[in-house]
């Protein structure tokens, strides 16, 4: 049985530590991109772009040697983690993993974890979206942003009028 895993969450000022650790899963991936995706991409090389880590952990919690409720407790307290999106850190005993998110979760009560339960937590690395591209910042010419309203026409004796009053004589 591997050792045991702690999950850091920050926003709770607390951390979980799952004593029944029955398997830990680090998954990290490559997404190989295809021509279109590559010609709208910047996180690339080569055509291809690290898609996020993974850590699937396997789990068995249960009263005994702890205090009465507390795979209750670990079983609510995963399914609030889940639910409220908080950030957290995974460490295991290969690595720590931050900025992680429990994207799914599982729970089995059967005949074999009376006192307890076993399941599958998924923890999937958080990549915050790039911002969005900005177009024509240093542009030198002007951009047409819409319209202010229908167009006049003014004839040269007006203009002339609306001119000498802004102070600009021609």
């Given at each position: 049985?591997?050792?045991?895993?702690?999950?850091?969450?920050p926003?709770?000022?607390?951390?979980?530590?799952?004593?029944?650790?029955?398997?830990?899963?680090?998954?990290?991936?490559?997404?190989?991109l295809?021509?279109?995706?590559?010609?709208?991409?910047?996180?690339?090389?080569n055509?291809?772009?690290?898609?996020p880590?993974?850590?699937?952990?396997?789990?068995?919690?249960?009263?005994?040697?702890?205090?009465?409720?507390?795979?209750?407790?670990?079983?609510?307290?995963?399914e609030?983690?889940?639910r409220?999106?908080?950030?957290?850190?995974?460490v295991?005993?290969?690595?720590?993993?931050?900025?992680?998110?429990?994207?799914?979760?599982?729970?089995?009560?059967?005949?074999?974890?009376?006192?307890?339960?076993?399941?599958?937590?998924v923890?999937?690395?958080?990549?915050?979206p790039?911002?969005?591209a900005?177009?024509?910042?240093?542009?030198?010419?002007?951009?047409?942003?819409?319209?202010?309203?229908?167009?006049?026409?003014?004839?040269?004796?007006?203009l002339?009028?609306?001119?000498?009053?802004a102070?600009?004589?021609?």
């Amino acid at each position: 049985m591997p050792s045991s895993v702690s999950v850091r969450v920050p926003a709770y000022g607390y951390t979980y530590t799952f004593s029944g650790v029955l398997s830990v899963k680090h998954a990290f991936s490559l997404k190989i991109l295809t021509d279109a995706e590559s010609a709208a991409g910047t996180d690339y090389v080569n055509g291809a772009r690290n898609q996020p880590d993974r850590v699937t952990l396997r789990v068995a919690e249960s009263d005994v040697g702890n205090r009465a409720g507390w795979a209750d407790r670990m079983l609510q307290a995963m399914e609030s983690l889940k639910r409220a999106r908080a950030l957290c850190s995974v460490v295991t005993s290969a690595r720590t993993y931050t900025n992680m998110l429990l994207s799914e979760f599982t729970a089995e009560l059967d005949e074999t974890s009376q006192s307890g339960w076993q399941g599958t937590l998924v923890f999937t690395q958080y990549v915050p979206p790039a911002p969005a591209a900005r177009v024509n910042d240093n542009a030198s010419s002007a951009v047409h942003t819409g319209s202010a309203g229908p167009a006049r026409t003014v004839s040269g004796v007006s203009l002339a009028q609306l001119l000498q009053r802004a102070g600009i004589n021609l």
